[in-house]
């Protein structure tokens, strides 16, 4: 198995349940009575999650969210209910993903370091780690919102191996955004693109991460 390396976790898709077509559909089928209704309210309100949008300066930490509720109701002409029903609504939607924490324990029992790095709003990153015991395994950790940088941006990778003590090896990066792992390869990071916790903790013991079953 290889030496100790740092390991670094988004949390949203990868250890917390982030599912936004689903989340819209149950929350406001009158406007997203179906899949095909889901992924466009997903773009009026998330606009992809592209840095400049509304919900950037939200996990960027430059927004509240009751301003950011009448920002994009204004935008889409949405009823400012329904956006503040959304935004509402993730932090109780973001259940943990038990597999994925599961790999966190036996990584550390392998006797790596582990952090996270995540574009979170503070708010949502306030509660989180109130509630989660997963953080517990964790060394140290980024929530964008507290440093007003954001993924892809290079800065919040910089800042990450100042903050984290990297060097230019061993280190590994688990996201399901491949944009985010395509960021942080120029800093030397090896990727993980994210799918599901059986095929995480396969390419974990691929790498040589864990140990062999």
């Known amino acids: 198995m290889s030496a100790r390396t740092t390991v670094i976790f988004d949390l949203g898709g990868v250890l917390l349940h982030w599912q936004p077509l689903v989340l819209l559909q149950q929350l406001l089928p009158h ?3 179906d899949a095909a209704g889901a992924q466009a309210l997903a773009r009026q309100i998330f606009q992809g999650f592209d840095p400049g949008s509304d919900w950037a300066l ?3 930490g430059q927004i ?5 509720a009448q920002r994009i109701a204004a935008r889409t002409g949405l009823p400012v209910a329904d956006v503040r029903a959304v935004i509402d609504a993730i ?10 924490a599961a790999l966190l324990h036996e990584l550390r029992a392998a006797g790596h370091r582990l952090c996270f790095l995540s574009n979170m709003p503070a708010p949502y990153a306030d509660r989180l780690l ?3 015991p997963f953080f517990s395994a964790f060394d140290d950790g980024i929530f964008s919102a507290r440093v007003q940088r ?14 984290f003590g ?3 090896d061993g ?9 985010n792992l395509d960021a942080a390869r120029p800093h030397g990071w090896q990727g993980l693109r994210f799918e599901s916790a059986e095929q995480l903790g396969a390419d974990l013991r691929s790498a040589g991460l864990l140990p062999s079953s």
């Not at 509240?64 to 950011?68: K, Q």
């Not at 932090?91 to 994925?100: K, N, V």
């Not at 954001?150 to 903050?163: F, S």
């Open 31 to 33: 406007h997203a009575p």
């Open 58 to 60: 939200f996990d960027l």
């Open 64 to 68: 509240e969210p009751e301003p950011l």
């Open 91 to 100: 932090p109780p939607h973001l259940a943990t993903l038990e597999g994925t």
């Open 130 to 132: 109130r509630e989660k």
């Open 150 to 163: 954001i993924k892809p941006d290079a800065g919040i990778y910089t800042l990450a191996v100042e903050r």
């Open 166 to 168: 990297l060097g230019a």
């Open 171 to 179: 280190v590994w990066f688990v996201d399901d955004v491949q944009r």
